[in-house]
């Protein structure tokens, strides 16, 4: 079996209709030797190796995990379980060099150290850094993969016990783009539809979403639908002939860096051809006129020239939307990484507004999540937003959190934009940011332009403390290192891409003295002894469930309202969406039924920005713009990308996932199967680009932009033309120590130090590189 899934990634096919219920299909996997007799119990979880949050339980024996299966009465899997959640999940966990004690540099060496040491390490700089310099001096970067507990702890001790605005995730780096689209648009975060919708719709459009590389489990959902009766159209917009774009009725491979052009283009195609509910838009949006104006010029044939396409391509994608009457749109990271990635991304909300195609079943946007928890991370303010889904520039939204905390509202950081990544490690580069704490996530690997990165980590007067699992590339270069216990090994929980709440309960116990990260941060924050204003401890919680509650209570009222999901709910319920209030009993399964969206001035997460310039709309005008419960329909002029290639490096490179590995492999790599499925990284590249520069099929080539270069074997694709693709997963902890110098693989060596305007996300998918052939000139 283990084989079988392996190659055939998706699984079995179950074939449905059209307005039919998803089949089950139970996938279950134990270590070698082992059946279901064997296993000592089961404990609910759910994987958190993609954003689906597909539900499964842990098989447990001898107080160790030995296998999982898919849960058949969870909405998102029905049972099913990718490979990475079959093999990744479990086995990733239970690697040789797990951490188990404490680190401390000591003599410019990483020690073992006892947590009394390693804390008392932390505390003693925090404070020194605090007295003497103040909040700015403290930045957090934390994960996608913490669960909802231990963000708020975060945010908590840092935007009220601390007071720095110096937060932030590697959310900014996958999801912030899904974010900004749907606050630019709605004016709140919170995703529109829900999977179930794929089992309604007449058309499904993916928007540079390599579903089935990303979210496998969600792909054989499609697969399904594709290979049942009454099949839905497919469009896919990709430079890449995927698996996705293989079975697409049509498919848009547009040159990287163009997706604004494309998405004015088809919006110019529902305007002029009469395909615009003006009922609806009259109704219930603002800012027809300025759209309309904006994507007058982008005819078919401008648009194809611009992004390489053909016009009748162009043409036939907006009829399917506009002759659909359900249609389900995804959107992920050929988006997100993009150039003007939150403005094209809300191209995708405008299409379905100007047809009213949202709200109802098979009718839905769906705004993707990369990350297994990157919800929580945005919802509990641990990217730097304020808790909830409130407004930093609202001083009723700040007040709020003030009295919810009870602490002095001008200690909480709301005089300017929280800051994002990219300027936080800036702030760390340029020395005011001197002590960085790092929860699990490997920046040393994930960030662009990674030479950069890793001088800016490495700088001798930064404090750098990090959290994780493994001695990652990012932990070797700490001052400190705390062990962390992982999943299946703690209790918490997290929100899937579709505002879907699970629980995960702990299974067995962490390795060592490993401790879980809510443990870690309420230790810190007892050590530090924040203070609430009646004189208790800012973090009073005891344990996992007292920390829920306390979210719970700060959700209240706000699109995000989980004040009616406990975790009985959650022990009797395999997933639950927000939002649902207190005493009521049933979910929310999809937002905006009655079309009353969250912008009103009072109530809404953002005033909005400008989506070309990312100049901040603010509180006045916006009230001038007569939102009040409307979407908003937002454009901006297509600029292109930051660095279009030219004759020194002639390719355009995007970066993008295996089907096998997840992030950094800290997980993955570990996992034997999928490690022997893609053990190393490689080089896409178009069959005449390859000719021209007489490369053949698996040979060593030489991938360099101006930033950095990597070495790879090529593979000879049906790529488009001038576009070079490479997985960004192959860092160097598994690597011979002279791999960074002589044969680098991490593909974010070459990648841009750009963002995106609004979102702040960065630029991966677009970057001028050259390829020769590889000389070992060692």
């Known amino acids: 079996m283990e084989e079988t899934r392996i190659d055939d990634v998706w699984g079995r096919r179950t074939p449905y209709a059209a307005g039919a219920t998803w089949p089950t299909r139970v996938d279950q996997v134990l270590a070698d030797g082992l059946t279901e007799a064997d296993i000592d119990r089961w404990t609910r979880s759910a994987c958190v190796l993609c954003s689906n949050g597909c539900g499964l339980d842990i098989a447990v024996k001898d107080g160790r995990m030995v296998g999982v299966r898919g849960r058949a009465d969870d909405a998102i899997n029905r049972g099913r379980l990718g490979p990475k959640g079959l ?165 848009l491979a547009l040159e990287p860096g163009t997706n604004l052009a494309l998405m004015l283009g088809l919006v110019r195609e529902l305007i002029v051809n009469g395909w615009v509910d003006e009922e609806f838009v009259a109704a219930h949006t603002v800012g027809f006129d300025e759209l309309r104006d904006q994507c007058a010029l982008w005819t078919p044939e401008h648009t194809a020239e611009v992004c390489g396409l053909d016009a009748a391509d162009i043409r036939e994608a907006a009829r399917i939307f506009a002759s659909s009457e ?75 959190l003030a009295t919810l905390w009870d ?51 490495a700088k001798k007067d930064l404090f750098l403390v990090v959290q994780d699992l493994y001695l990652t590339e990012t932990a070797e270069l700490a001052d400190v290192v705390l062990p962390a216990a992982g999943w299946g090994e703690k209790t918490g929980t997290f929100t899937n891409a579709t505002r879907t709440v699970h629980l995960s309960e702990k299974a067995v116990d962490p390795p060592g003295e490993a401790r879980s990260d809510l443990d870690i941060f309420l230790d810190y924050a007892r050590r530090m002894d924040f203070r609430r204003n009646d004189g208790g401890p800012l973090l009073d919680w005891r344990g996992p469930e007292d920390a829920y509650r306390a979210w719970q209570e700060c959700s209240r009222g706000r699109p995000c309202d989980y004040t009616g999901i406990s975790y009985d709910d959650l022990r009797r319920e395999s997933g639950i969406h927000w939002p649902r209030r207190e005493h009521e009993t049933k979910s929310v399964i999809r937002l905006y039924t009655d079309f009353d969206f969250p912008s009103r001035p009072e109530y809404c997460e953002t005033y909005g920005h400008d989506l070309l310039t990312g100049a901040a709309v603010g509180g006045e005008a916006y009230k001038a713009l007569g939102v009040d419960g409307r979407a908003m329909l ?145």
């Open 87 to 251: 093999y990744g999940s479990w086995q990733g966990m239970g690697g040789d060099d797990r951490l188990t004690t404490p680190l401390l540099r000591r003599g410019g060496e990483l020690e073992p150290a006892t947590w009394e040491e390693a804390m008392e390490a932390i505390v003693s700089r925090s404070r020194e850094l605090l007295d003497t310099v103040g909040p700015l001096s403290h930045g957090f970067y934390t994960s996608g993969q913490l669960f909802i507990e231990e963000y708020y702890a975060l945010a908590v001790l840092g935007k009220g016990g601390i007071g720095t605005p110096h937060m932030d995730g590697n959310t900014r780096l996958c999801t912030a783009t899904a974010a900004s689209a749907l606050k630019e648009t709605f004016g709140a975060d919170g995703q529109p539809g829900c999977y179930e919708d794929i089992d309604d719709c007449d058309a499904l459009f993916l928007y540079g979403h390599n579903i089935a590389a990303t979210q496998t489990v969600t792909w054989s959902h499609i697969l399904d639908r594709l290979d049942g009766a009454d099949p839905p159209k497919l469009v896919v917009v990709d430079p890449r002939n995927t698996p996705v774009a293989q079975r697409a009725d049509v498919h």
């Open 326 to 400: 359900r249609v389900v749109s995804t959107v992920l990271q050929g988006f997100y990484q993009a150039p003007q990635a939150t403005a094209a991304s809300c191209q995708v909300n405008n299409l379905h507004l100007l047809r009213g195609m949202l709200g109802r079943p098979g009718a839905g946007i769906l705004q993707m999540n990369g990350q297994p928890t990157a919800q929580n991370n945005r919802e509990t303010g641990a990217d730097g937003d304020l808790p909830g889904f409130r407004n930093w520039e609202n001083p009723e939204h700040v007040q709020q």
């Open 407 to 457: 602490v002095d509202p001008l200690v909480i950081p709301h005089w300017a934009a929280p800051t994002h990544a990219m300027q936080l490690f800036r702030y760390v580069e340029q020395g005011s940011i001197s002590f960085l704490w790092i929860s699990a996530t490997n920046p040393a690997v994930s960030l662009p332009q990674l030479a950069r990165i890793r001088e800016i980590l």
């Open 634 to 778: 937002k454009s901006a002029t297509f600029t292109g990308p930051h660095e279009p290639p030219d004759d020194g490096y002639p390719l355009r490179l995007t970066t993008g996932r295996s089907v096998y590995h997840f992030h950094t492999r800290t997980k993955t790599g570990r996992t034997p199967l999928l490690q022997e499925a893609a053990p190393e990284v490689w080089l896409e590249l178009a069959a005449s680009d390859a000719a021209a520069r007489g490369l053949t099929e698996g040979e060593l080539v030489e991938v360099r932009s101006r930033r950095g270069r990597i070495v790879a074997p090529v593979r000879i694709t049906d790529i488009k033309p001038g576009t070079v693709f490479a997985p960004f997963h192959y860092g160097y902890w598994d690597a011979p120590p002279e791999a960074e110098e002589r044969h680098p693989t991490a593909a974010n060596e070459m990648t841009a130090t750009e963002w995106d305007p609004v979102s702040k996300q960065p630029v991966f998918k677009s970057a001028a590189v050259q390829v020769r052939a590889w000389k070992d000139e060692s």
